[in-house]
């Protein structure tokens, strides 16, 4: 979720105007408790319970594994509308600016993990894709001062292109399905690292900026108070 911090929990009573959306009124007033949090919430519980759903009978045992894809694909679903909820309502909250992010690597994390420790998926794998998407959340937060950086449509195929590699890994699938997961982890893997590069290349230069800027601001504010300095003692000398 991303947008301006909530001010306090708990709601102004402003309700949603026609059309879905609150007014300027009532933004940075969503409660704690809104339904895109509490999707966020439930998303973080279910990391446990997928990670035991699908290590259960060793991790092998089909029917086990289907009700971990299952709870893999509430989640991910989750993860589509609480971010959409929160900003089309303007349900933002700190909570919320923390915990979806945390609970998309999360779960991503734990099934990523699970499916290495079981030997399903090479190592590397994991490591590439946590590797990434663990410093691309840091690097939001090494710029967050000076920019936010926007959610790219390669960014979303990749989320999508993870979701859908990582599922099909979670169902014991055989044969040509088989093979069909390996092409798509693939393509996810190679998202993942384009993508990857593009947000860094966004950040260093959203930093420059932020920096240059920052530096103008400071010259701007010398400059005026040297005039002001200036002007005082032109005043006192005139006396």
């Known amino acids: 979720m991303t947008g301006v911090p909530a001010s306090a929990a708990g709601g102004s009573g402003t309700k949603p105007v026609r059309g879905g ?3 300027t009124a009532a933004v940075n007033q969503a409660s704690l408790w809104n339904i895109a949090n509490i999707l966020t919430m439930v998303r973080l519980l279910l990391v446990p319970g997928f990670v035991m759903l699908l290590l259960h009978n060793g991790g092998y045992d089909p029917a086990w594994r289907s009700f971990a894809w299952a709870a893999f694909a509430v989640a991910m679903i989750t993860d589509l509308f ?11 909250t700190d909570f919320g600016k923390i915990a979806d992010p945390i609970a998309d690597k ?3 994390g734990a099934a990523l993990i699970c499916l290495s420790y079981l030997g399903d ?9 946590l590797f990434r998407e663990i410093g691309i959340t840091l690097m939001r937060f090494w710029v967050i001062r000076h920019a936010v950086i926007p959610a790219s449509r390669g960014g979303k195929m990749k989320t999508l292109a993870q979701g859908t590699a990582v599922g099909m890994y979670v169902l014991a699938l055989t044969g040509p399905l088989a093979t069909m997961r390996f092409w798509a982890m693939a393509v996810a893997v190679v998202l993942t690292v384009v993508t990857g590069l593009d947000y860094v290349r966004q950040a260093v230069v959203l930093r420059r900026k932020g920096l240059a800027a920052e530096r103008a601001a400071a010259a701007d504010r010398a400059s005026g108070a040297s005039a002001s300095a200036g002007a005082s003692d032109s005043a006192e000398a005139e006396r």
């Open 21 to 23: 959306k609150l007014g």
């Open 82 to 92: 609480d971010g959409h909820l929160a900003r089309t309502y303007n349900l933002v």
């Open 106 to 108: 999360a779960i991503m």
């Open 121 to 129: 998926l090479p190592w590397w794998v994991t490591g590439v894709i």
